[in-house]
Nanobody
Framework: VQLQASGGGLVQAGGSLRLSCVASGGAFRYHMAWFRQAPGKEREFVASINQSGLRKNYQDSVQGRFTISRDAAKNTIALQMNSLKPEDTAVYYC?????????WGQGTQVTVSS
């Protein structure tokens, strides 16, 4: 499976961005997630969504501000990010998981200015 993330950019604190990840290769059999990595920090989990789209999980710090969704017809997952904070600044990555195998897309930079 190949993953292509997009939608990052520069936004002021309090603003919104919508990230998208297009998956190829029948990726919608896969459990999907977003991770992020800030400079000097380890990559961390942000949000996930299961194959049916009915089960979603979020990191506590983004709960209520970020929403993950998937569109099976378009082979796309999205991360709607509202009320952004400077601490949300990071490179965001999408990940597809099937069994014990993870596939990663290239990252997209999100920068939130104060």
């Amino acid at each position: 499976v190949q993953l292509q993330a997009s939608g990052g950019g520069l936004v002021q604190a309090g603003g919104s961005l919508r990230l998208s990840c297009v998956a190829s290769g029948g990726a919608f059999r896969y459990h999907m997630a977003w991770f992020r990595q800030a400079p000097g920090k380890e990559r961390e989990f942000v949000a996930s969504i299961n194959q049916s789209g009915l089960r979603k999980n979020y990191q506590d710090s983004v709960q209520g501000r970020f929403t993950i969704s998937r569109d099976a017809a378009k082979n796309t997952i999205a991360l709607q990010m509202n009320s952004l904070k400077p601490e949300d600044t990071a490179v965001y990555y999408c990940r597809a998981t099937y069994g014990k195998v993870d596939y990663w897309g290239q990252g997209t930079q999100v920068t939130v200015s104060s």
